[in-house]
């Protein structure tokens, strides 16, 4: 979505078609039922695209649309934040802390894999619908972000620090 955003402000007289997939149903490469609606496209295979005739649906950008989408990505460039999260508003500026209460709930205070916390924070029920991020690397970012700042405890062996190699847990409570 901020792709698009960007490439309407920056090409202003280009001819852009857009294919709307937000209610299409993709069926899992292994043949599953068509449960991932509203899934990042970027992890959508070709067959699928083909599957769907996905081209067949192009439909030229109008200039109300893209008036709207410049103004949009206008005002997400003068606030200045760190993250653009999708919402059923439409693309919303979010701080570099956004994700910082999801992680912490779900640290525990037995130790688990630091990429166990990361994928439970990437699919997590928010305001009552699943919701999937797709940046583990980011969420992890800001999972040892935490760390440093001393609100979890940390160990790994031989000092490995990557995602699999790390267990983290709340801190123990201090008497």
Known sequence: MCGLHALVSRLLSASIQVIDVADVGFRKSDGGPATLFGTSFSIVSDDRIIEHSLIDLARPLDDVSRASIRARWKRLGEESAALRI???????????????DRIRARVTHDWQSSARVVGDTMTSVWSGRLQEFHSDSFIYCRLLHLIDNDEFEAQNKEDDWSMHQTKVRRRPARR
């Open 86 to 100: 999708l919402t059923e508003h439409g693309l919303e500026s979010k701080p570099i802390s956004f994700f910082d």
